[in-house]
């Protein structure tokens, strides 16, 4: 009998239920009204309003960083989960916005928990990063290769602003959100995500310039090219399409159907987006948990800070269905259920 021969098959390790056990959220105290965009760019708070559903967003003091944010809104979940940094394996940061091309975020976040046992890792895949993120730390739990994972979403947007440009700077807030996975007897959990994306209309949604591909330099700073640009028209689009498809599949997926969900949390990017994918899956809008009106877009961060809001608030009970759907440049999107 040869050597090969004489190895065993390979029997795949037995999964476990993940849950979010616990999150948290945070957003700086300085908010930058339509009120106040008025008089930085020719716009009306009539005009975003009515295009985006936008009241206002919180912006980020200067010297307050996106690990920052992120460490708070972490501290804030482990307060929830009566858990000790120590007690963390893992961090998973989402953000396109870090405080530095390296280290990672994630590492700054560990400093400033003083969580030492952790690994760390970034995660980069703009407004759809957390759920990519939630993704791959329920693996890491479901697999029993670690037990409690932190997954963060953040985002300084106002770093990356043409503040002369408004067809984007009203669009964008700062913030961050947190959520703790661990293995749990609940009936299902987390469920595995629906990923997705398209490299090839990356230009749409992007910000070009500070890279390797266009790396800094006067003309870069001059051009505004360090700055978020949009195809409005296109990114609301492929945003409603792919969402939309996203989240049917997630449904089809678990055997679920919409009337089954009692909240529906999606990237909270614009109201109208919202509206149009609604229309789409056939859910009435008072089934969304929208927050966009006081915090307008914070990318990675949008999502959890949404789902830490609808729980503390009681928009969602314990055992309900939750379904969450998002998109972002790259483009990217996602969609998963999950039993609250």
């Known amino acids: 009998m040869t050597a090969a021969a004489q190895l065993k098959p390979v029997v795949a390790a037995p999964t476990r239920t993940v849950s979010i056990v616990a999150s948290g959220a945070y957003v700086p105290p300085g908010i930058r009204t339509n009120a106040d965009l008025e008089k930085m760019v020719d716009t009306s708070d009539e005009w975003i309003y009515s295009r985006t559903g936008i009241r206002e967003r919180h912006i980020a003091e200067d010297h307050e960083a996106t690990s920052d944010m992120a460490a708070e809104a972490a501290r804030r979940a482990l307060a929830d989960a009566h858990l000790g940094p120590d007690q963390i394996d893992l ?132 051009d505004k090219r360090h700055c978020l640009k949009m195809a409005g028209r296109e990114v609301f689009k492929h945003a409603v399409t792919n969402m939309a498809a996203a989240a049917q599949e997630a449904l089809q997926r678990s055997g679920a159907c919409i009337e089954d969900v009692a909240c529906i949390i999606p990237h909270q990017a614009n109201a109208r987006i919202i509206q149009a994918i609604g229309q789409r899956i056939g859910a009435p809008i008072e089934q969304f948990y929208l927050n966009v009106d006081r915090y307008g877009n914070t990318s990675a961060a949008s999502v959890i800070m949404a789902l830490d809001e609808a729980a503390r608030n009681g928009r969602i009970q314990r055992g309900d269905l939750v379904l969450l759907v998002v998109f972002g440049g790259g483009f990217t999107w996602a969609a998963t259920l999950l039993e609250w």
């Open 91 to 222: 961090i998973l940061v989402a953000t396109c916005t870090p405080d530095m091309t390296f280290p990672s975020t994630a590492c700054f976040v560990q400093q400033q928990l003083g969580a030492t046992h952790a690994a760390c890792l970034d995660l980069s895949a703009a407004c759809a990063g957390f759920l990519y993120a939630l993704d791959v730390g329920r693996q890491y739990v479901a697999s029993g290769q670690l037990n409690t994972v932190l997954v963060i979403g953040a985002e300084k947007m106002s770093t990356v602003m043409d503040w002369t440009d408004r067809t984007t700077c009203v669009l964008f807030g700062d913030g961050a959100g947190a959520a703790i996975l661990q293995a749990t007897d609940a009936s299902h959990g987390v469920w595995p995500a629906v990923l997705g994306a398209d490299g090839s209309l990356n230009k749409l949604l992007a910000i070009p310039g500070g890279g390797s591909r266009e790396p800094f330099s006067q003309q870069v700073l001059d």
